[in-house]
């Protein structure tokens, strides 16, 4: 089996049925699909449909995340709230605690929702992009197991951590930076794993202090702390590790200390040799432009800005200079009408899940 299009009309039914199979109910079986297929719409292969798998679908299975959300609104102020997850699933407390945030960003000017005990929540951009579409300028941030050594370390205490912020612009796409604060991170690897590629080296620190590049080892030992990601960066502090390493710590901080969650090694998902709840944390901030000096003006000096950044003098040897969020929506075009790629292992996966729930109403075009 090679890598096989499918159409989005029927990837997206079957994760949805699939999430319903597993006990998700269905509007929340929606809202994960949604957040999962974002990132194959984007060209992030990485948190898309690759994961659907492994990092939902097993671990609703093994009893480590709850199908049914609880969302707990612990404390709230007009523009503040706390929210526990309750260890429910990370894309419907993602989507609702950033849609308060929006709320009290309309009323008020501002909104901030922090959440704790949670799980994944998937592509991090879906959430600040809920914010660019109308208007608002979104931000968010997750700390998750730890996988990053700090600066001189070898021991891997940080999560990836991104540190995600969404603008409007007048173009057909925001400006959206969505990346995590270390030099790679884990499902970047998992995808390297499955398509058989080595870890460039600078990536990954072992004990020894050197640097690691085999990728199916590199996963074992980010697990049993053998190995560490590099912070942005990269390994020492000569390029400049030392600031991903400090963003990595910001958001670490906020996402556990706003709603009192737990951070660092309190992560792992291990107790006593046992898979348990990662009880993740998050922060969710929506800020209202019309609060400042109005929509459009700002959505207009945004899209200057990256006009002019993309206009200015290119490498002797490069094609063009893009803005985050661009090469994304590029990939979009190229795939709105076609479908999701779906590579060989995840196509095992899918029949996987498909034949455990009985959804055999679904044929696939690599079956066909």
Known sequence: MAKCIVDWKTIASFVTDAFVGVGVPEEDAKICTDVLLESDRRGIE????????????????IGIQNPVTNFEIVKETPTTAVVDGHDGMGQVIGYKAMSMAIEKAKKYGMGM???RNSCHYGIAGYYSTMCTKQGLIGITGTNARPSIAPTFGVENMLGTNPLTIGLPTDEEFPFVIDCATS???????????????????????????????????ILVELNTGEAALAPLGGIGEELAGYKGYSYATVVEILSAALAQGNYLKMLTGIQDGKKVPYHLGHFFIAIDTNAF??????????????????????APDAERIYTAGEKEWLVWQERKDSGVPINEAVQQEIVEVRDALGLTQYVFPWEK
């Open 46 to 61: 990485s948190h898309g449909v690759n994961r659907f798998k492994p990092i939902y679908i097993d671990r609703i299975n």
């Open 113 to 115: 929702v922090a959440v």
């Open 183 to 217: 030099i790679t991170q884990r499902g970047k690897l998992e995808y390297y794993s499955r398509i058989g590629k080595e870890t460039p080296a600078g990536m990954v620190i072992g004990r020894d202090g050197k640097a690691k590049t085999n990728t199916d080892e």
């Open 293 to 314: 000096m109005g929509e459009d003006e700002f959505r207009k000096t945004a899209g200057d800005i990256c006009r002019a950044l993309r206009a200015s003098q290119k």
